[in-house]
């Protein structure tokens, strides 16, 4: 027989599966973002100076997006619905373990936005000849450092919301603050010294440039992965240790 984990999984992946809003926003959302913006010329134009176009530092950004979309506009909805209509109640009196639900959706939603970051640089690679990240591995490592983080804000927005409503509300305030920090307006390496000196110590700003360095081939500096490796720990511990069933 499956274990409890298990069960739970597969049962949040068919859930999952029907809720078309949240497919469109974190699957085609951002290919279709990167689509858009190679039309402009001026965002295909190499910088003389970094040897890189604008529209390739928007392809780093769009994980982030995707991101963004389902741990915490996506992810806290889910569980709040089940908060407010005592599913997690019943789930309560079953071997399932408040982590393991927590975990299904970490992985589904992380899945899924790393998908659509995925299929943003394909169309980036095919379309408009956006080479891939000169620092391969580096890129991944990254990607997967920032996922986590973005996944465990979400996850301590589940554990505290109780409702469906307030989850809309928080994740709808939260995500416009964090689209910008991201750089999805104005890129981060491009801020006025000010703002980006701020905007540096959030998860999401140092996460930006330092999938900024790997598409160049470079590095993230040490500075860089400690601020989002603090807030993937942090938010990640709050997540688990505030969870509740009701």
């Not at 739970?8 to 974190?26: C, G, H, N, P």
């Not at 190679?38 to 134009?45: A, E, T």
């Not at 970094?50 to 979309?69: E, K, N």
């Not at 591995?137 to 301590?156: D, E, K, N, Q, Y």
Request: proline share 7%.
């Amino acid at each position: 027989m499956p274990g409890t984990a298990t069960v739970v999984l597969r049962t949040e992946l068919k859930l999952f599966a029907r809720e078309s809003a949240s497919i469109f926003w974190i699957i085609v959302f951002p290919p279709l973002l990167i689509g858009i913006l190679g039309l402009v010329p001026d965002f295909r134009k190499i910088d003389p100076d970094t040897g890189i176009s604008t529209l390739s530092l928007y392809v780093p950004v769009t994980f982030i997006v995707a991101a963004l979309f389902a741990a915490v506009t996506s992810m806290p909805a889910v569980v709040a619905t089940y908060r407010e209509q005592r599913i997690l109640r019943r789930m309560s009196t079953t071997p399932a373990r408040p982590g393991d639900l927590l975990r299904a959706e970490y992985v589904i939603h992380g899945g899924a936005a790393l998908l659509g970051g995925a299929l943003a640089l394909m169309v980036a690679a095919v379309f408009y000849g956006v080479g891939l990240p000169a620092n391969e591995f580096g890129f991944v490592l990254v990607v997967a450092l920032v996922m986590a983080a973005v996944l465990a804000i979400g996850g301590l927005v589940s554990s505290l919301v109780p409702t469906a409503k307030l989850a809309s509300a928080v994740g709808t305030m939260a995500t416009f603050p964090l689209l910008f920090t991201a750089g999805l307006w104005v890129p981060v390496s491009v801020m006025p010294d000010l703002l980006a000196a701020v905007v540096e110590w959030t998860p999401l700003g140092a996460g930006a440039l330092a999938l900024d360095a790997t598409v160049a081939g470079g590095w993230p500096s040490v500075g860089q992965v400690l601020v989002v490796s603090a807030w993937a720990v942090a938010t990640g511990t709050l997540a688990a240790r505030y969870f509740r069933w009701e």
